[in-house]
Structure formats: structure tokens, C-alpha cells
């Protein structure tokens, strides 16, 4: 009787817990300053994007989303050495996020949104990450665009569970 419910309340916590366990384990095998892209590559697997700056260093992206409340960035140097792993849903980049910033720019900040949704009416792109799970509820971090692509606001809501 009970099962159900509980399942919907439970599963979903147990696969991000489940990613989150592995992705340490993965992450723990990595040594920023030695590991190499062939290291990398090899524990993490291809990157669901790369960022490449100016000087040669790039960024690759490993979303855990629209499941999991965390996207890393691995940094790697032009030297091909890993420099940096980052979690980047964090509140300090959230509060980074400002009007006038382009898709690319959130992108590159935040990493893979878990949900994207069109407001028609509303002329309006909404990007959303999550990032608490609470008995009941998903919080959800927004972010909302414009038709030109270009940030208007930011906002938070819950989504009930269950």
C-alpha cells in the first residue's frame, strides 16, 4: 500500500545519491596537477561539452542533471594536464547570474540545465537546475531569457513530490 508512494519519494533520491557515490569514487581518481586528458577521459568519459578559452585551456562539462544537484567542469590546462574539478551549482554562481548575460554565458557558468521550458505568451526561455531535495519537494533554481537569448531575471520554486 505504502510502496508507492514511497518509491516516488525515495527512488529518485537514491539515483542522485547513486550518481553522486559514483561520481566521487570517479573523482577521487583524479589528481588536478598530474592527471592527464587520456586520465580524465579514461575515468570520466567523454564530456558532454568542451569549452575551449583563449589560451588553450579547456572546460569540459559533466552534468548529473535533471536527476542530480550537482554539474561538474574539469578544467584542463593547455598542457593537457587537469588543473581544477569544480561543482558549479553552488549559491556564489547563482548569484553570479545577472540580466544581460547571453545562454552561452549561463552555460558556461552553471553547465547543462536540467529542464528547459518555453513560455510562449510570456516571450520567454526558462532554464532550471536543482538544487535541494527536500521530503516531499524539489527546489529549483531559474533562470529566464528572453526571445534574444539574453537573461531578463532569475528566480527559485518548488516542485512538490509525491
Known amino acids: ?90 549559491e556564489e554562481n547563482f548569484n553570479r547570474v545577472r540580466p544581460g548575460m547571453t545562454r552561452d554565458q549561463v552555460r558556461y557558468l552553471l553547465g547543462q540545465p536540467a529542464h528547459q521550458s518555453r513560455f510562449p505568451l510570456k516571450q520567454e526561455t526558462v532554464w532550471d537546475w536543482k538544487t535541494k531535495v527536500e521530503p516531499g519537494m524539489e527546489w529549483y533554481f531559474n533562470v529566464h531569457f528572453n526571445d534574444g537569448g539574453v537573461v531578463t531575471g532569475t528566480s527559485t520554486n518548488f516542485v512538490p513530490k509525491g
Request: aromatic content about 8%; charged content about 25%; overall charge negative.
Open 1 to 90: 500500500m505504502f510502496a508507492r508512494p514511497l518509491a516516488g519519494i525515495f527512488l529518485p533520491a537514491l539515483i542522485a545519491v547513486g550518481f553522486s557515490a559514483c561520481d566521487v569514487d570517479r573523482l577521487s581518481k583524479l589528481r588536478p596537477g598530474s592527471s592527464t586528458t587520456d586520465d580524465v577521459r579514461q575515468i570520466m568519459g567523454n564530456p558532454s561539452l568542451e569549452w575551449r578559452d583563449a589560451d588553450g585551456t579547456r572546460i569540459w562539462e559533466y552534468p548529473r542533471t535533471p536527476e542530480g544537484m550537482v554539474n561538474y567542469m574539469l578544467v584542463i590546462g593547455p598542457d593537457h594536464v587537469l588543473r581544477e574539478v569544480r561543482q558549479v551549482l553552488t
